[in-house]
């Protein structure tokens, strides 16, 4: 059982910036691809970003391409996600996600992921 746990969201107006974090746990952290996925109430999970195990690839949603940048530690068993020039639209639950390894993954489709941390709310006024 791999348990993710975000942090980082907070209040922020409009152009500003945040930095996400997600702390992961178990060995297997670093051998698995890891997206960032978002949620307004009432709507879809919406994938963010996505990278691979080492850090060396990374996938972006066309909304944040430009505008967010993730990354990974993987000694420290973390992954980041930097928002800068944040808007409005930004505003959602953000969660970090990990499959479980082997699996045959999609880094844009949530049901590539089988393990979610508990979502960081960023809130962004206008």
């Known amino acids: 059982q791999v348990q993710l746990v975000e942090s980082g969201g907070g209040l922020v107006q409009a152009g500003g910036s945040l930095r996400l974090s997600c702390a992961g746990s178990?060995?297997?952290?670093?051998?698995?691809?890891m997206g960032w996925f978002r949620q307004v109430q009432g709507k879809e999970r919406e994938f963010v970003a996505g990278?691979?195990?080492?850090?060396?690839?990374?996938y972006y949603a066309d909304s944040v391409k430009g505008r967010f940048t993730i990354s990974r530690d993987n000694a420290k068993n973390t992954v980041y996600l930097q928002m800068n020039n944040l808007n409005p639209e930004d505003t959602a639950v953000y969660y970090c996600?990990?499959?479980?390894?082997?699996?045959?993954?999609?880094?844009?489709?949530?049901?590539?992921?089988?393990?979610w941390g508990q979502g960081t709310q960023v809130t962004v006024s206008s």
């Open positions: 990278i691979n195990w080492n850090g060396g690839r990374t």
């Open positions: 996600a990990a499959p479980r390894l082997y699996s045959t993954s999609i880094y844009s489709k949530a049901g590539s992921y089988d393990y």
């Open positions: 178990g060995r297997t952290f670093s051998l698995n691809i």
